[in-house]
């Protein structure tokens, strides 16, 4: 009597139900569990390649920024450097001119006239 039809229904349905909910639990626990691993792995391959390629950036970018800032300093100061040059040359010039109008001969006259007066 040991034959299929003999035994109650419910209990081998139950039985055969608990034992494949317990397998599939298992097996999709399993497969989650593999895929949360791999998910983390990609994720933190993702942030490291993000970590190196932001290093690249702020480096290159910084290193763009540096250059843009030297330089501007660089034009600036080159800037008032030969504001200042011309400058003096300008007051140089003017100054040289104005001596040598003063040395023309009528004030050259003028001068030893004054000079005359102010000794008598």
Sequence with gaps: MNTRTDRPTHR??????????????????????????????RQMDTD???DGKRDRLTDGHTDRHTDRQINRQTEKHTDILADR??????VTLTDRMIDRQMDTPTDRLIDRLWTHRQTD
């Design 85 to 90: 040059l011309i400058d003096r040359q300008m």
């Design 12 to 41: 081998w349905t139950d039985r055969w139900t608990d034992i494949h909910i317990d397998r599939q639990t298992d097996g999709n626990t399993d497969r989650q569990d593999r895929w949360t691993d791999s998910w983390t792995h």
């Design 48 to 50: 490291r390649h993000t």
